[in-house]
């Protein structure tokens, strides 16, 4: 499996405040992406980066900001929860962003907003 | 019409069934075609890349139809281990060429069950 780590596994937060949701991966691949899945819905992209400093909006953008400041991490950062921000918050990276390349998965984070 | 359509099940089947699962998408300059998996609260993990003139990984089989925009699996000889939700997923090129060149569209995945 590939070496993708999200922390935290689990978090409880109430509306208004801010959560930051961590992505680490031991693979040195260039990209990497935030995904949340909801009932519903497929995987929706949020927000994605193609390098150190380098990233860019998804479809479900809004709410949301990112960081990478190196290329082993990647932070998603919800300024101020909503409930609608309840959601299963998966990571994911990529070696190249080229065509046909396979997405290697986090084992996600399950964030409740109250 | 959605982008990528599944029919969400669930399918319960008894151990040693052939089961299929469809997939419709909607742009018709998507590129490229995969099936994931994904256990109950697990992460989804690639199971086969779909090619053009269809392909096998034991027992599964996958097929693209590019003028029907139709993708299928089919599982033959159905496990218990096989019982998870199968992702159906089309890559398209962005509409601006350079970095994050290709994004993913992904359905919501059809439940399956094997029953002993």
């Known amino acids: 499996d590939a070496g993708i780590t999200q922390s935290p596994r689990h978090k409880v937060t109430e509306t208004g405040t801010p959560v930051t949701l961590r992505c680490h991966q031991t693979e040195n691949h260039r990209y990497m992406y935030w995904y949340r899945q909801d009932p519903g819905h497929g995987l929706r992209l949020i927000h994605y980066s193609y390098g150190v400093k380098d990233t860019d909006k998804g479809e479900v953008s809004d709410g949301y900001s990112v960081s990478r400041s190196k290329t082993e991490d990647f932070l998603l950062t919800l300024e101020s929860a909503t409930s609608s921000q309840t959601s299963v918050y998966f990571c994911?990276?990529?070696?190249?962003?080229?065509?046909?390349?396979?997405?290697?998965f986090g084992s996600g984070t399950q964030l409740s907003v109250l | 019409r959605k982008e990528v359509e599944q029919d969400p099940g669930p399918f319960n089947v008894p151990e040693g069934a052939t089961v299929a699962f469809n997939c419709t998408y909607s742009?018709?300059?998507?590129?490229?075609f995969f099936w994931y998996r994904q256990d109950c609260r697990k992460e989804p993990k690639l199971l086969m890349s779909v090619y053009s003139s269809g392909n096998e990984d034991g027992r599964f089989t996958a097929q693209l139809n590019r003028a029907s925009q139709y993708i299928s699996l089919l599982i033959r000889d159905s496990k218990l281990s096989d019982s998870a939700t199968y992702l159906c997923v089309v890559q398209t090129s962005r509409s601006y060429s350079g970095a994050g060149s290709y994004q993913l569209t992904f359905g919501k995945g059809t439940k399956l069950s094997v029953i002993p």
């Open positions: 742009n018709s300059a998507s590129q490229s």
């Open positions: 994911a990276i990529s070696r190249t962003g080229a065509a046909n390349e396979k997405l290697f």
